[in-house]
């Protein structure tokens, strides 16, 4: 259930409904498949981007604003592009996984530069799904 503090969030609220719809969500990304091929971001990556976040909100950007340094995010991007194409080559749609916290942020940064790329949290990922990590970006 929503805090109650954050119910008119509209991150938050954006949250809650993707994790109701997850199955749905991935289905639409993957069909019926037992196991999804994922990218996810590189520990450290995930940490500065949290971080980065977390600065950004404490300036009033809100959940959506992430403030990423020029340098880090043409590394990440390269990264990604990279990963994209490798699995387009496999026939494997390209979706990045990242904690809940970074999804909202990230979907929006990326959806500029990346096409046809999923950005989905763990919390929408079904529990009868296995995942194989084709990549760690960072």
């Given at each position: 259930?929503?805090?109650?503090?954050?119910?008119?969030?509209?991150?938050?609220?954006?949250?809650?409904?993707?994790?109701?719809?997850?199955?749905?969500?991935?289905?639409?990304?993957?069909?019926?498949?037992?196991?999804?091929s994922v990218m996810t971001l590189d520990p450290k990556m995930e940490q500065i981007l949290l971080n980065?976040?977390?600065?950004?909100?404490?300036?009033g950007a809100g959940d959506e604003g992430l403030v990423v340094e020029p340098?880090?995010?043409?590394?990440?991007?390269?990264?990604?592009?990279?990963?994209?194409?490798?699995?387009?080559?496999?026939?494997?749609?390209?979706?990045?996984?990242?904690?809940?916290?970074?999804?909202?942020?990230?979907?929006?940064?990326?959806?500029?530069?990346?096409?046809?790329?999923?950005?989905?949290?763990?919390?929408?990922?079904?529990?009868?799904?296995?995942?194989?990590?084709?990549?760690?970006?960072?």
């Open positions: 259930t929503a805090n109650p503090q954050k119910s008119q969030d509209p991150g938050a609220l954006t949250g809650l409904a993707r994790a109701a719809l997850s199955r749905a969500i991935v289905q639409s990304i993957f069909g019926a498949a037992p196991t999804l980065s976040l977390r600065q950004s909100q404490q300036l340098g880090l995010a043409e590394r990440l991007l390269r990264s990604l592009t990279d990963a994209v194409q490798k699995m387009e080559v496999a026939g494997k749609p390209a979706v990045l996984l990242v904690s809940p916290v970074l999804r909202n942020a990230l979907a929006k940064l990326l959806r500029q530069s990346v096409n046809d790329l999923h950005v989905l949290s763990y919390a929408e990922i079904p529990e009868d799904k296995q995942i194989t990590i084709e990549a760690a970006l960072g």
